[in-house]
């Protein structure tokens, strides 16, 4: 059994979480660096929960300079076993609509400017992220974002692009038409990567602005429209996070899905050739594995 701890991590227009009990933000010091901001803890309905927003307030980090590796760190160090993403996307799907929500399940990642691991030279480590997401937590983001009121979508395939330009109309058409994804965003990846390698369960939802730039009746993405929906969705997206606590339990058994055990059969680097300063890094990282050896 696990204490469980909510971690949100909120993009563009959602830069704190209301109705915290003991809300405080607090500084997390990170051996891969600062994050994006200091994280603000407190329980909310009784359950543990940390908020931290992903572009820091007031919006200082591009899609590209994001401390994703940072964040997560900090996260895991706060003791949070399961992290939900918000964030804004475009869609590809007529169906898809700006305002709805997509609980996305699988991802392709065409980000190159991004340090996408915590294992490197001195301790490799290969994770599986064939499902990327946390099925139990998705849903329970499904059930909440309903409950809410907002149309919901369960499963999708999220394009991560470097960005912070918007796709050309040839791309669009690419993403949509051939490789057949239904949303398109830029900070969907590594954080996924990131918190399957920290053995926490992962969940994101992705709230839709626009129809990117294939829609005949759309053309291309306008940005003041995307703003105006992207705060309608910030709202609602709060709505679904304070209904969280009633649909996870504080104690859980292991994840369904194996989410916290990731690492099991992953680190390849054998122990007597593992370089300890990368070791200590990886203390709330692979702390459950570290504990074991010890």
């Not at 809300?23 to 803890?41: C, H, K, N, Q, Y």
Request: net charge negative; charged share 20%; aromatic share 6%.
């Amino acid at each position: 059994m696990a204490d469980t701890m909510i971690g949100v991590i909120g993009g563009s227009g959602v830069y704190d979480i209301s109705g915290l009990e003991g809300a405080e933000w607090r500084a997390v010091a990170s051996p891969f660096g600062t994050p994006s901001d200091d994280i603000l803890t407190g329980t909310l309905d009784g359950l543990p929960m940390a908020f931290l927003p992903r572009h820091g307030r007031g919006h200082v980090h591009s899609p590209s300079s994001v401390p994703y590796r940072a964040n997560i760190d900090a996260l895991k160090r706060l003791g949070v076993t399961d992290v939900i993403s918000i964030g804004a996307c475009g869609s590809f799907r007529e169906e898809m609509a700006p305002s709805d929500f997509v609980i996305v399940d699988q991802y392709i990642d065409r980000t190159i400017e991004r340090d996408s691991s915590f294992f490197g030279d001195g301790c490799v480590a290969h994770v599986s992220v064939a499902q990327p997401t946390c099925p139990r937590l998705g849903a329970a983001c499904a059930a909440a974002a309903e409950a809410a009121g907002v149309r919901v979508h369960r499963g999708g395939t999220y394009l991560a692009m470097e960005g912070p330009q918007f796709s050309t109309l040839a791309e669009s058409r690419l993403y949509r038409d051939i490789w057949g994804c239904d949303v398109i965003g830029m900070t969907g990846m590594p954080e996924a990567k990131l918190a399957r390698e920290a053995e926490q369960c992962y969940a994101s939802v992705a709230m839709i602005t626009d129809y990117d730039s294939w829609h005949p009746d759309h053309g291309e993405v306008d940005v003041t429209a995307i703003i105006a929906t992207l705060l309608s969705n910030a709202q609602r997206g709060k709505d679904m996070v304070r209904r969280l606590p009633g649909l996870l339990e504080a104690f859980r058994p292991p994840c369904p899905a194996g989410c916290d055990h990731a690492l099991e059969h992953a680190i390849l680097t054998s122990p007597d050739m593992r370089d300890p300063t990368v070791m200590a890094r990886l203390d709330a990282v692979a702390g459950r594995l570290l504990d074991r050896s010890s």
